[in-house]
């Protein structure tokens, strides 16, 4: 069984081919993947229509890169998987549109896969992979949550963020510091040399009672703290010159001090989810999960409460196909996967909002 998998949610366009012949944990045969990081750069964030003509031009090129890697033919695959959503909803049209082109010129299924299930399952392309059941962190650019997963398609949800995401919070307080787009990379890299004792942050809901999280706070904090250091009489909108009266050292600290509050509550309120469900495993998934002190403190603290926690690949903790390809194979070795799209005469609808909780509903 070979899943073509396509991802064009946002700003990476993502092709694989996965084998999920049987029940046996699907394996990777191969995979491209083209960042658009540079073109959005000079606008500080994600251009929505740029993003779009963009997976236009390279979706299939990668198609054909990915079938060469495998050495294969575009005729050997048995089911497209694309993202059906979340996410922007021009972008996510490439994707569908196009994986239904092929599956209707192949005369084989489609399958739309939600976003963030791809990222629930990416561990299981590791060469650790997990078993189910365990609780999920799911952190990336648009959403943080905490999910009980007791297979595919049943997911709980635990908590979530009630304004800001955590990539987001890594985003906005990197702007404030002039740190190119996407913050997260960019500001952990300068919170090495930095003192993450050196200002501190509020820890938002930590002691909340609950598995909720909620970050926007954490960005007012970080802004009034870069204005009182720059003594910037600036009011309005932030911009990306604020931080420029501040020293090196100082960016470091804000930075190193703002990841350590971000860190911390992830890790606090993941240990938290473990202790409610009783579960003794962790997946950590999303592009936050590619951070190297949240995977430092939660090895401590998991290690400590007698917890294994599961991570994708580094290069599969951020946006790509081979998550889509993945959780389509799976979602078909499960049953759930609606393989009669050809049926539908391949008609496809995104859902650039969809709450991952549905697919569990859906399944019921
Ligand atoms: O999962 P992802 O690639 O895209 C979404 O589905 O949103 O996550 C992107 C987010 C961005 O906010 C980015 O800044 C953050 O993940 N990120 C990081 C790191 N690498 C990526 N945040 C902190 N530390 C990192 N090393
Ligand atoms: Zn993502």
């Known amino acids: ?31 491209a993947l083209h960042s658009q990081i540079e073109m959005h750069q000079a606008y500080g964030g994600v251009v929505p229509e740029l993003a779009s003509r963009d997976h236009i031009r390279r979706v299939l090129p990668l198609t054909d890169a990915v079938l060469a890697q495998a ?15 979340p996410g922007l909803a021009g972008a996510l049209l490439v994707g569908s549109g196009v994986a239904c082109a092929l599956g209707f010129a192949l005369g084989k299924p489609v399958i739309g896969v939600h976003h963030l299930e791809g990222h629930l399952l990416s561990p299981f392309l590791s060469a650790d992979p997990p078993e189910f059941p365990f609780v999920a962190l799911l ?21 979530e963020t009630i304004d800001d995401a955590a990539g987001e919070a890594f985003d906005k307080s990197a702007k404030l510091l002039g740190l190119p787009y996407p913050g997260g990379p960019a500001l952990s890299r300068l919170a090495q040399q930095g003192d993450p004792l050196a200002y501190k942050f509020p820890r938002p809901l930590l002691h909340s009672g609950d598995l909720d999280f909620s970050f926007a706070g954490l960005k007012t904090a970080v802004l009034t703290q870069v204005k009182r250091l720059a003594h910037a009489q600036l009011d309005g909108p932030a911009t990306l010159h604020l931080a420029d ?25 993941s240990l938290m989810a473990l202790r409610q469900t009783g579960l ?7 592009g936050v999960g590619a951070n190297a002190l949240l995977r430092e403190q939660l090895g401590d603290a998991c290690a400590r409460a007698g917890v294994r926690v599961h991570y994708p690949e580094l290069h ?19 049953g759930l996967a609606q393989a009669d799209a050809a049926s539908e005469g391949y008609r496809f609808d995104v859902k650039p909002r969809w709450p991952l909780a549905d697919l569990s509903a859906a399944s019921r």
Do not use: F, W
């Open 280 to 286: 003794r495993r962790l997946v950590v998934a999303g």
């Open 245 to 269: 009266p501040l020293s090196a050292q100082q960016k470091a600290d804000v930075a190193a001090s703002v990841q350590a509050a971000i860190v911390e509550v992830l890790v606090k309120k």
């Open 71 to 85: 050495g294969l033919p575009l005729s050997a695959v048995d089911a497209v998987a694309y993202t059906r959503g």
């Open 316 to 334: 599969l903790c951020t946006d790509n196909g081979a998550m889509i390809a993945l959780a389509g194979g799976m979602r078909v070795q499960a």
């Open 139 to 159: 952190v990336s650019g648009g959403h943080s949550q905490l999910m009980r997963v007791d297979g595919v398609g049943r997911y709980e949800l635990l908590g």
């Open 1 to 31: 069984m070979l899943i073509l998998g396509i991802e064009s949610s946002c700003d990476e366009t993502g092709v694989a081919l996965v084998d999920a012949s049987g029940h046996a944990t699907p394996r990777l045969l191969g995979q």
